[in-house]
């Protein structure tokens, strides 16, 4: 006799779903993993979250109006499938076994007891209070290695983020967490956590573990949204400053580093430490516009007097375009009670240009300057 085929049990399966209940949707998170079918629905993620089990997830304990838990498993052989319900009244169980409606008795309640973990772990359920519970009775490694076995990367990175901003003790926990944040392969996922974990009061070791962590991400639009989004005052610490300029150095996208030197870069008091590792990551911008959009951003950096002979430096080295880089000096000369240090850098920088025109319009300006001092 020919195996049943997939697409015809789940067809029976929405059927019987049909059949159960009529929620009204407004909530829908679907489950499908070899042969295991989870479907949550309830009237808003606010209500799923009131599906709950009890500790020794064995058992739904309650779940409000309006809301479905549908589970469908293959797996060993046997077609089994469960729809609990709740309009208005009680709680049902409607259960099929092999495609066809059965009690749900005794066998029944054992096999939906084995499936309550799984159930847990792929969807998020009652996240928070199931990564306590096994905090508490199996540590920080019973806990990584729960987190392990999640395949989705939504909830895996909940649980990081659970452990990371509410469950874990320790500064070590934590860190042993943070490392363990590749365990999230989606970049969007990745640095949703990563951010959270910055923005939620964490010590500088923790926020520096998290911007070291961060550079493994791949995608340069999202390691640059997550460094653009590093509060200013958490980077008034050099250790967290020198991981943010690492950090940066990944982001590949001349425009997405441009962006966050412009919209985090110069807000920065740079530690004296750190100028190195600033200026390497500023350097490895290629596009001529995208450095001059850069540089003359960080003109507005705090203590940025200091910065600006390196700056220039970094200008005449970098930009090409006689255009872009003339544009860049006029910028600087627009500046209040530059130093002398400062006017001969740009002098320096105005000899390179090989545009007698753009060359001319930065010395008349230097000029201009020098005469009004």
Known sequence: MPARKPVFALLIFAILSLSACSVHLGYRQVVMNDGFYINIKAESSEARNRILFNDEETALVSMPSQSALEISDSSLGIDRSLVISRDEGEITYTYSLNDRQAPFDEDARQWFASQVPQILRQTGLNARERSQRIYAQSGVNGLLAETEQIDSDSVKAEYLELALTTTLRSEEEKAVFLNESTL??????????????????????????????????????????????????????????????????????????????????????????????????????????????????????????????????????????????????LAVLDQQALSKTTLDAVRRAATTLDSDHEKGRVLIRLNDVLLNR
Not at 199 to 208: E, F, K, Q, R, V
Not at 214 to 234: G, H, K, M, Q, R
Not at 269 to 284: I, V
């Open 184 to 329: 999230v392969s989606s970049d969007y996922e990745r640095r949703k956590l990563l951010t959270e974990v910055i923005h939620h009061n964490a010590s500088p070791a923790i926020t520096a573990a998290a911007l070291k962590a961060a550079a493994e991400i791949s995608s340069d639009y999202e390691l640059s949204e997550l460094l653009i989004d590093v509060p200013a005052n958490t980077l008034c610490s050099p250790d967290v400053q020198s991981e943010f300029f690492i950090a940066s150095q990944s982001v590949e996208s001349d425009y997405e580093l441009s962006q966050v030197f412009i919209k985090r870069g110069s807000t920065i008091k740079l530690h004296p430490g750190n100028e190195a590792l600033f200026l390497r990551s500023l350097e490895s911008i290629d596009s001529d516009y995208e450095m001059k959009q850069a540089l003359i951003a960080l003109l507005d950096m705090p203590g940025s007097s200091k910065q600006l002979p390196a700056l220039i430096a970094v200008a005449a080295k970098h930009i090409d375009s006689d255009y872009e880089l003339a544009t860049m000096l």
